[in-house]
């Protein structure tokens, strides 16, 4: 068997739960240092004030609530400087935290609610009603409802309310319940279908910041983050949530990305490094106002969730001259399992492999391949999920009986052991970062009455840098094939679904959709007819 492992010599992962190893504060920072940064208001949530106020939320949400060991708590909200504090104060008291996307429609919601079993939902003032309706139709009553900040609206409670006179003590874990206990819900369609809920469990998380420590020798605790990355995805959740706390670093915490807002946080509050998407770092090229603002303090840009293309890389650096590497990982690998060292940054390669992951690369017969041919790219390591949550059939069809998860990605590696994601085989789009399941839009295509039959592919914009949803419609008329019913139908998924799931790469009018002889949509076939015409 071709196994590849890291160059980087494995590392001891301490068997502890989330929250025992994110104060563990191994760089003795002040009890009293700013970690998370009000972008607006510089309001400041110090390490001490963080770690007192999620035990006083724990102990609200068992004293008041019920709330129990393995109870689900959904967040519903744009980042925040409080978002650490229900995070930690649920896992405090034993509790899985599943964050949602803000801008979840009330469907959407209603989905995550259920398949989670959230018993109560933290929710920030502007979402109030999509987390009302939607926790009416998953029985959560409007009680276990609370908002973020310090007011009530209606009957509905701000969550400090919760806040108990005493202070939970942590849940202690075995070794072997850390490696079993979820602590996060976040939802990734993975290979194919709907969004599932990813079990990531304490052992998974606590491995994957050490495994990134171990390799990201420019973070330490005088660097000021820039927190842009929406905290609700694994991405933003990991490298801002939990790596800045270990390492004792200031985040700058932005609710939404605005550019402007985003360029004058990084030059007033002297950002060191930023955690973005490729999306950014092209506005960062080629917005006409960069150069209005002093990047002087940023050393580092690190970009991931999406591929950062050679000549992008090499763009910003020679607009910026700032160190510019990228970073390869997945929901279901909490999140990252390649980076690059910033010593040798190669543009257009998604980095090494992180310690204590093997990895295999195999073709469409399913042999392993070596060195300069592309396969599917299957992980093994700690920082691999327990599985999906209430789904053995999608689980099992992503491990195989070596236990490695076969991440749908095609990469090759070259003799420098450096790896680039060259395609992807599963049915996801990832519009700037975010992830749209062609699935999801080809359900509400086929509930329009006069639609037969459609398949969602993703087109990238190499102008935009991201993939754009591109339906494929079989109408039951043909003369329904005119731009008034497209836009008709475009209207008809638009309103239904939440914004970066739009159909912006629009619609075309086929008299059928390419199929294998068992029925499944062939994408790659489709994906030749678009490229030719
Ligand atoms: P999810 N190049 C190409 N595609 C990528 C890359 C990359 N560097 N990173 C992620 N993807 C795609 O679960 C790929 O198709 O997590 C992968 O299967 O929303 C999918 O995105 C996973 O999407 C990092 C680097 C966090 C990555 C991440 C993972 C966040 C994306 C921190 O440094």
Not at 106 to 121: C, F, H, P, R, W
């Amino acid at each position: 068997m071709v196994v590849f492992r890291s160059k980087i010599p494995d590392i001891e992962i301490p068997p502890i739960g989330i929250f025992q190893y994110v104060f563990s504060n191994p760089n003795n920072i002040s009890e009293n240092k700013a970690i998370f940064i009000d972008y607006k208001t510089d309001k400041r949530l110090t390490f001490a004030g963080l770690k007192s106020d999620s035990k006083k939320f724990a102990a609200g949400l068992q004293d008041k609530l019920n709330f129990k060991r393995g109870d689900v708590l959904s967040i519903l909200s744009p980042n925040q400087i409080d978002y650490a504090t229900v995070i930690f104060g649920t896992l405090v008291a034993g509790g899985i935290v599943s964050p949602s996307n803000p801008m979840s429609t009330v469907k959407d919601y209603t989905i995550q609610l259920k398949d989670s079993g959230a018993s109560v939902i933290i929710v920030h003032p502007l979402f109030l009603s999509v987390a009302i309706n939607a926790a009416k139709e998953a029985n959560i009553p409007e009680s276990k409802i609370f908002l973020f900040g310090d007011e009530k609206i209606n009957k509905i409670l701000p969550y400090n309310s919760l806040f108990g006179e005493r202070e939970a003590i942590p849940i202690e874990y075995t070794p072997e319940e850390v490696k079993t206990t979820t602590a996060y819900l976040c939802y990734s369609s993975g290979t194919t279908g709907i969004p599932k809920g990813v079990e990531s469990t304490h052992h998974n998380m606590v491995a994957n910041v050490m495994q990134i420590l171990s390799i990201e020798k420019d973070a330490h605790p005088e660097i000021v983050y820039v927190g842009v990355l929406p905290f609700y995805h694994i991405y933003g959740l990991s490298v801002l949530m939990h790596f800045i706390i270990v390492l004792g670093a200031s985040c700058v915490v932005i609710p939404k990305f605005d550019f402007e807002t985003f360029c004058r946080i990084i030059q007033d509050y002297k950002v060191g490094i930023a955690h973005i998407v490729p999306p950014i770092i092209l506005a960062l090229v080629k917005h006409p106002k960069v150069k209005e603002y002093d990047f002087s303090s940023l050393k580092l840009v690190i970009s991931g969730a999406a591929a950062l293309s050679k000549e992008l890389s090499e763009s910003f650096y020679n607009v910026h001259k700032i160190k510019i590497k990228q970073g390869y990982g997945l929901t279901e690998t909490s999140p990252v399992n390649h980076l690059c060292f910033t010593e040798n940054i190669v543009p257009g390669s998604c980095g090494i492999l992180l310690p204590n992951i093997e990895c295999k690369l195999i073709d469409e017969n399913g042999q392993e391949v070596g060195y300069n041919t592309p396969g599917e790219l299957c992980i093994r390591g700690p920082n691999v999920m327990k599985g999906y949550l209430n789904n053995k059939e999608a689980t099992d069809a992503v491990f195989d009986e070596d236990g490695y998860f076969h991440t749908g990605d095609i990469a090759l590696v070259d003799e420098n052991e450096y790896f680039y994601i060259v395609d992807r085989v599963k049915e996801l789009i990832k519009y700037k970062g975010f992830q749209v399941a062609p699935a999801e839009l080809e359900a509400i295509l086929i509930s329009h009455p006069s639609i037969s039959d459609a398949a969602v592919i993703g087109i990238y914009s190499e102008e935009d840098v991201t993939e754009y949803p591109v339906a494929y419609v079989v109408t039951k008329q043909q003369s329904q094939h005119t731009i008034e019913f497209s836009g008709e139908i475009r209207k008809f998924v638009d309103s239904q679904v939440a914004p970066h799931k739009k159909l912006r790469g629009g619609v075309i009018f086929v008299d059928q959709i390419p199929k294998s002889a068992s029925g499944k949509i062939l994408r790659r076939k489709l994906r030749e007819i678009h490229s030719t015409n």
